[in-house]
């Protein structure tokens, strides 16, 4: 309708209005991609350093946007964890990786991410030990990756199912290691699997600043502790010289190869 007259007037909307119907929508749009089947797993493969073999792979989610695209979880993911919409998109990436790990070779193992809203969730062991029974995966073919929000409720509950986790036979890496305040302390309340140092580590030994005594520190507390130690976001030939013989045992980056979907993941575990 056409507004006439003296009262043609238009709405300013405060900049706080945009932004909470922008973010309303995308909140809305999550809920209806679920339903759409509009997700998607990724997976990026881990190389061990010692034997030159695929060990396992990391599941990175993307969102197949019918107009966006594909939308990369940096754009969905921190708000779907402020509204809850995680722990439903989460059970979804942990039946699937573990469908879809179910037919690789025996080795190879598969790591998720779990975010902190959806590590509190009371459902989340039932959901593992569900999704490992469907697909007949075993337990400690499966990783679950938890960055320091996970550990900052610090709290007997998230202690406890970390050890009930570990009971099962999953495995428990500790992600993003060393962007955190207290990472360290970390690794003395819970026995990780794995430490993955985080990318800018190693971003770092490309610079003159001494990138690589941070690395070498790293490997070797993984070392004595008996805990993986990969290497994140390696993308050239010079960080893996370095980065072996710093000690690290595995590396995973754009080098090895870029997240891939499952059909492709399967040529490079079957070459
Ligand atoms: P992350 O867990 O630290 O995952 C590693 C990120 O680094 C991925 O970004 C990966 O694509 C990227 N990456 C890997 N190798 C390289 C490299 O050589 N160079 C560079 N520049 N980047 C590399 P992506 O897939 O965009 O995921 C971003 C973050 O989103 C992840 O960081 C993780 O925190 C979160 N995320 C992804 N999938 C899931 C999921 O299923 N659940 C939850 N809760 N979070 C997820
Ligand atoms: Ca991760
Ligand atoms: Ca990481
Ligand atoms: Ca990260």
Not at 140 to 161: A, K, P, S, Y
Not at 188 to 208: A, C, G
Request: aromatic share 6%.
């Amino acid at each position: 309708a056409k507004l006439e007259g003296r009262g043609t007037y238009q709405f300013f909307e405060p900049e706080m209005d945009v932004r909470m119907q922008a973010r309303r929508r995308l909140e809305l749009d999550i809920r209806q991609a679920l339903a759409r089947r509009e997700f998607l797993l990724h997976y990026q493969p881990q190389l061990n350093l010692e034997n030159q073999r695929l060990t396992g792979c990391e599941a990175l989610l993307r969102w197949k946007h019918p107009e966006r695209g594909t939308v990369p979880p940096s754009e969905f993911i921190p708000l779907a964890e402020e509204v809850g919409l995680i722990v439903p998109i989460g059970e979804w990436v942990i039946r699937q990786a573990c469908r879809d790990a179910a037919s690789w070779p025996a080795g190879i193992t598969v790591a998720v991410n779990v975010s902190p809203a959806q590590f509190k969730s009371d459902r989340l062991v039932e959901t593992i030990v569900s999704a490992l029974a469907m697909s007949g995966l075993a337990a400690d073919r499966l990783e679950i990756e938890i960055t320091e929000g996970v550990l900052l409720q610090n709290n007997e509950r998230t202690l406890e199912t970390l050890h009930r986790l570990r009971a099962l036979g999953v495995r428990v890496s500790m992600d993003d290691f060393g962007t955190g305040y207290s990472s360290l302390s970390y690794l003395r309340s819970f026995p990780f699997d794995k430490i993955k140092i985080d990318r800018s580590f190693v971003n770092d030994l490309s610079s003159k600043t001494d990138g690589d005594a941070i690395i070498r520190a790293i490997a070797g507390l993984g070392r004595s502790l008996g805990m993986t130690t990969v290497a994140e976001g390696v993308e050239t030939e010079e960080q893996m010289r370095r980065i072996r013989a710093e000690g690290c045992t595995d590396v995973q980056g754009y080098l090895i190869s870029r997240p891939v979907p499952v059909e492709q993941l399967l040529h490079l575990l079957n070459p």
